[in-house]
């Protein structure tokens, strides 16, 4: 999903807007009811804030929902890669975002857990070059294709997991590398 205009960041700007829009991507049209359930949030907010995506363009109404009260709602384009066009600024602001919201999971999730669950982290280092970082994430990508928009109900046992992947150069005098 391309955002044309870096105004329309601000409706990103809110964590549970990002949790929302990866929800409805991951497992299609919801309720807001439904997505409460799932984030664990009051319905009511997660339907202020689907509002404040839809007045933006990143989600929109769905068929009515199972009891034919409630809205469903689904993202626009399925599978959203966020980018923004146009400004430079604007897209650096949207990745720190997603870093630290996705930081904040990982250490939430190692205080709470700490992989006994046999969820867990990987990380490597590779020597590569741009072709072949490019290479790893189409793959990276397909790998995940068949597990998405899955709901949870379909299998025993069955949750959502977040998966994030960052390739991130060793810089010269960083820490914890040599010079």
Do not use: C, N
């Given at each position: 999903m391309r955002v044309p205009d870096p105004q329309a960041i601000r409706a990103l700007t809110h964590p549970l807007r990002l949790n929302l829009l990866e929800l409805l991507g991951a497992t299609g049209p919801a309720t807001a009811a439904q997505c409460g359930r799932v984030l664990g949030v009051p319905q009511a907010n997660c339907?202020?804030?689907?509002?404040?995506?839809?007045?933006?363009?990143?989600?929109?109404?769905?068929?009515?929902?199972p009891d034919r009260r409630?809205?469903?709602?689904?993202?626009?384009?399925?599978?959203?890669?966020l980018r923004v066009d146009g400004s430079a600024a604007a897209g650096r602001e949207l990745e720190r975002l997603v870093v630290e919201?996705?930081?904040?999971?990982?250490?939430?999730?190692?205080?709470?857990?700490?992989?006994?669950?046999?969820?867990?982290?990987?990380?490597?280092?590779?020597s590569v070059t741009p072709?072949?970082?490019?290479?790893?994430?189409?793959?990276?990508?397909?790998?995940?294709?068949?597990?998405?928009?899955?709901a949870d109900g379909?299998?025993?046992?069955?949750?959502?997991?977040?998966?994030?992947?960052?390739?991130?150069?060793?810089?010269?005098?960083?820490?914890?590398?040599?010079q």
């Open positions: 339907s202020f804030h689907l509002r404040q995506l839809a007045k933006y363009g990143y989600v929109e109404e769905s068929s009515p929902g409630e809205r469903q709602w689904r993202v626009v384009t399925p599978a959203p890669d919201r996705e930081t904040a999971a990982i250490r939430a999730y190692a205080d709470r857990a700490g992989g006994a669950d046999g969820l867990g982290m990987v990380a490597a280092v590779a072709e072949e970082v490019a290479e790893l994430r189409t793959r990276w990508k397909a790998l995940l294709e068949p597990y998405l928009g899955r379909d299998r025993p046992g069955a949750r959502h997991v977040r998966f994030f992947m960052a390739a991130t150069p060793f810089v010269a005098g960083t820490e914890g590398e040599k």
